[in-house]
């Protein structure tokens, strides 16, 4: 299982930490994305994260704002957003699979709820 959380309502140029709880698998095995929906649009990749060996990668759009990071201990996954934009506005997923190539695909073995993120202009 995946659990995010975190998301809100929140003014532009402001911060939010959405966090990814798994459960139910081991989690230093996979890879886990963040990925987001806005209304009217489709799913598009945010950023993800291998546990071994701490491989990260990012969208344009959020590179140097958002950092992804992961608590090994707490089984957890964050996604810090700072100088957030009306534009962001949308659900927040995580999601996980073996290999951060798929994650990268848009494709994964384990999708979480979502968590809504609003970003007031």
């Known amino acids: 299982q995946l659990q995010a959380s975190g998301g809100g309502l929140v003014q532009a140029g402001g911060s939010l930490r959405l966090s990814c709880a798994v459960s139910g698998f081991t989690f230093g095995d996979y890879a886990i994305g963040w990925f987001r929906q806005a209304p009217g649009k489709e799913r598009e990749g945010v950023s993800g994260i291998t546990r071994r060996s701490g491989t990260t990668y990012y969208a344009d759009f959020v590179k140097g704002r958002f950092t992804i990071s992961s608590d090994n201990a707490k089984n957890t996954v964050y996604l810090q957003m700072n100088s957030l934009k009306p534009e962001d506005t949308a659900v927040y997923y995580c999601?996980?699979?073996?290999?951060?190539?798929?994650?990268?695909?848009?494709?994964?073995?384990?999708w979480g709820q979502g968590t809504l993120v609003t970003v007031s202009s």
């Open positions: 999601a996980a699979d073996l290999v951060i190539d798929r994650l990268q695909a848009d494709e994964a073995d384990y």
